[in-house]
């Protein structure tokens, strides 16, 4: 599977900043994934992020909010703006690999963030 | 609507065998995940289920009945790094989409 590196691994960010975090894939994936994991609870897809082409947002996330790039078939970054201690929560790169119909995602190490 | 149901927390006995259900109701099926993901750690990959029955990969097995809309994951001769949660997910569609499950804390005693 592929390689993939994220940062920051954690950080703590006072309220009204914004923090930019990477994903770094090691081999060309087609579909970048951005989730956020708040404490207990399960996985959100907040963003689907295509190379080329603007990232597509689920229900409840907005680009002003969450913006995202994707200069590259290897390279991604997801923007929490203007954060609140709502943010705090576990943020999450993925990519899809496989063939056919077994496609699996597979997970970078995660961003942990605390807002104060 | 979709869903999927986990139990919140299981506890097991190292050496034994634990068996974790997922029912889901959703509007499409094309495939169940099982990730564990210890605790601040990211998601990782565990089994793909997508036809009806067993598939077997080393203490991990995981079940699939499509008609009842159930899975479970079984592990086999626990050890205490098994303690970690467990999420369920499903792929409804022909593309990337999951539906993920809120995972079932799983905590082994010696």
């Known amino acids: 599977s592929a390689v993939i590196s994220q940062k920051p691994s954690r950080d703590i960010c006072q309220r009204g900043t914004s923090l930019t975090i990477q994903c770094q894939v090691d081999?060309?994936?087609?579909?970048m994934f951005w989730y956020r994991q708040q404490p207990g609870q399960s996985l959100t897809l907040i963003a689907t992020?295509?190379?080329?082409?603007?990232?597509?947002?689920e229900s409840g996330f907005v680009i002003d909010k969450f913006p995202i790039s994707r200069p590259n078939l290897t390279f991604s970054t997801l923007t929490v703006s203007n954060m609140s201690p709502e943010d705090s929560s576990i943020y999450l790169c993925?990519?899809?690999?496989?063939?056919?119909?077994?496609?699996?995602?597979?997970f970078g190490a995660g961003t942990r963030l605390s807002v104060l | 609507g979709q869903n999927i149901d986990q139990p919140t927390e299981m506890t097991a006995t190292e050496g034994a065998i634990v068996q974790i259900n997922c029912t889901y109701q959703?509007?499409?099926?094309?495939?169940l995940f099982w990730y564990q993901q210890h605790a601040g750690e990211a998601p990782t990959f565990l089994s793909y289920?997508?036809l009806d029955g067993l598939e077997e990969k080393g203490r991990f097995s995981s079940f699939l009945s499509r008609s009842k809309g159930y899975s479970y994951l079984l592990l086999k001769e626990l050890q205490m790094k098994d303690s970690a949660s467990y999420l369920c997910?499903?792929?409804?569609?022909?593309?990337?989409?999951?539906?993920w499950g809120a995972g079932t804390k799983l905590i082994i005693k010696p």
């Open positions: 993925s990519v899809e690999e496989g063939t056919g119909a077994s496609y699996i995602q597979y």
């Open positions: 992020a295509n190379q080329g082409s603007e990232a597509t947002y």
């Open positions: 081999s060309q994936v087609t579909m």
């Open positions: 289920n997508v």
């Open positions: 959703t509007s499409g099926f094309n495939g």
């Open positions: 997910a499903v792929r409804v569609g022909s593309n990337y989409q999951l539906i």
